[in-house]
């Protein structure tokens, strides 16, 4: 008989106590084995949810979480490993072409992806619109493309953090996925465990983001910050602007588009700059700080690395990829400046094309999305065109074409520029 009950560690929390690493350790162990019910667990993260955790307990938990699996071993890579991860956005397509770039530049990049849910996009998908690829590698493989090439982007394997894949799922339809205690302990114990030497988050803010106000991000980025230097990754964080998407394409095949126009040396500009801040925190972070990322772009470095890497996971980097059927061109109503393009709402209207799942079993359509004509800040006149939806059925159009209509004002006058980089931590 174990010396706690489920009920006693939720009564704890419940009147905002604080758990002992004992409590901590059984809980999160008994729930991976299925001895604390999904009940009971449910109450527990919304007692979290309401009550907060302190920094010591979300240290303790973010450990129990990635010794509830394995944690792999990145030692026999020659070169300094070095991650990122971004909390999620629209039009958040930057992996795809940071991860060869910071290779090119002589780091090796360990990148675990996930799918995308609801507004948001998934790197996986996104990738998948690529023939052949294949998103799935065992452990041996992951290691043996990363010290051949340097880069690897796929799926998380079973093993890692078991305990998050559980209660993720659980907090997914309990109302208790924003918990800044839960979110930093699920996203550290993954990266964790995944062996990366130092780590770089790009925490987003905004509309299109999980954390809407920069006192929120900040909050959550530091936490995070903390329990990876307390792990011994080291961790830094930049705060970035998530109220308009990212570059002109939302959807998956539209971003892999997007993202190999950057490694060809153009792309719109705030995805290359994006990608260069990131690149540079990255090589910095993996004691590589005279590394030069614009040159590595500029001169095709990256891109050999990119059809290395795709090439590497049974992708074909030349073939045409998908196109859709049903493409409907929005103009501009009047005349002025573009004030506002709302991540959310071209986000969903994304998902209503069917570039996003409402359900983890769904598929995905390869080529539906939305394609940006204009972005904040440009000028536009009567005729011209703003965005172009793409769906692979026209049935879908309609409801993408109310929910992108919110996305975007028209001004007179020219809007104050947004920075994208708000804050750098760590
Ligand atoms: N992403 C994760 O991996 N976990 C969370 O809790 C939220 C976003």
């Known amino acids: 008989m ?7 560690v939720i009564r704890t929390k419940r009147g905002g106590g604080v758990l002992s690493d004992a409590q901590i350790d059984w809980v999160v162990d008994a729930y991976t084995k299925g001895l604390v019910a999904d009940e009971q667990m449910s109450a527990l993260a919304m007692a979290i949810l309401l009550r907060g955790m302190t920094g010591p307990e979300i240290a303790r938990w973010t450990a129990a979480m990635i010794a509830s699996g394995e944690r ?3 030692s026999s890579v020659a070169r300094p490993t070095v991650d990122k991860h971004s909390t999620g956005g629209v039009g958040d397509k930057i992996t795809l072409a940071l991860t060869p770039l910071v290779a090119a530049c002589g780091a090796a990049v360990p990148q675990l992806s996930g799918r995308g849910l609801g507004h948001t996009g998934g790197t996986l998908d996104k990738l998948e619109s690529i023939p052949g690829w294949r998103a799935a590698l065992s452990n041996e493989e992951f290691i043996a493309q990363l010290r051949d090439v340097g880069a690897v982007i796929c799926a998380a394997g079973e093993g890692l953090a078991p305990a998050d894949r559980k ?7 309990t109302g208790t996925v924003e918990a800044i205690p839960l979110i930093a302990s699920s996203i550290m114990s993954k990266k964790i465990a995944e062996g990366t030497g130092a780590l770089v988050l790009d925490v987003k803010v905004g509309s299109g983001a999980f954390m809407k106000s920069v006192d929120d991000a900040r ?13 011994g990754v080291k961790t830094v964080a930049l705060l970035t602007d998530m109220s308009t998407p990212l570059g002109l394409a939302v959807g998956n095949a539209v971003e892999v588009l997007e993202s190999v126009e950057v490694l060809a040396g153009g792309g719109p500009a705030d995805v290359v700059e994006l990608t260069l801040a990131l690149a540079r925190e990255m090589l910095d972070a993996a004691g590589l700080p005279d590394a030069d990322p614009e ?3 500029r001169d095709g470095r990256a891109m050999d690395v990119w059809r290395t ?7 074909d980097p030349d073939a045409p990829l998908p196109t ?3 493409v409907e ?3 501009a109503a009047e005349d002025g400046f573009v004030a506002e393009i709302d991540a959310y709402a071209i986000g969903v209207a994304a998902w209503r094309l069917g570039a996003g799942r409402a359900r983890k079993e769904d598929p995905v359509s390869i080529p539906a999305g939305v394609v940006l004509h204009k972005r904040p800040g440009d000028r536009v006149r009567v005729g011209e065109p703003l965005y172009e939806l793409r769906a692979e059925q026209a049935a879908r159009i309609p409801a993408a074409l109310a929910e992108a209509a919110r996305a975007v004002r028209i001004a007179p006058d020219e809007p104050a520029a947004m920075p994208l980089v708000i804050e750098r931590i760590g």
């Open 219 to 231: 909050e959550l980025a530091r936490t995070m910050v903390e329990l990876g230097g307390a792990q």
């Open 2 to 8: 174990s010396e706690f009950t489920a009920v006693d």
């Open 295 to 297: 040159a590595a772009l």
């Open 329 to 331: 061109i929005v103009c």
């Open 72 to 74: 792999l071993d990145l």
């Open 309 to 315: 890497m795709i090439r590497a996971q049974a992708g």
């Open 324 to 326: 859709a059927n049903e």
């Open 167 to 173: 209660l993720y799922a659980l907090r997914d339809v």
